[in-house]
């Protein structure tokens, strides 16, 4: 089905990073969204995309729209500590161009 999703390092047990394709990764945040992924998956998910993007192999929108995902019905702190690392690490990232830095603390407010 296309709307089937698989999730590779279930639990998050192994010691490595899984980089999902366009289309899979676009099923899986409905997987996030409907919290059918568990709450070590989703945090796993969003700490892998975020390194992926930081080598250039996935684009940064992923990330995003991940933690968009779970902002709005999230209430498993191991996904919030996720999303604070990776938002803590943006900032940080953007804190030498104020322009960019204002956009992001507003979308971090939202």
């Not at 709450?39 to 700490?47: F, N």
């Not at 996935?58 to 990330?63: A, Q, R, S």
Request: charged share 25%.
């Amino acid at each position: 089905n296309e709307n089937d999703w698989i999730l590779f390092n279930c639990g998050q047990t192994g010691f490595f990073r899984v980089l999902y394709s366009k289309e899979l990764l676009k099923n899986i945040k409905n997987g996030i969204k409907t919290k059918e992924i568990s709450s070590q998956d989703r945090a796993g998910i969003i700490l892998d995309s975020f390194a992926f993007s930081k080598c250039g192999k996935l684009e940064f929108n992923e990330v995003i729209e991940l933690i968009e995902c779970c902002s709005v019905n999230e209430t498993e702190y191991t996904v919030w500590s996720a999303i604070e690392i990776v938002l803590d690490a943006i900032n940080l990232y953007l804190s030498n161009n104020k322009e960019l830095s204002l956009k992001f603390s507003n979308f971090v407010i939202r």
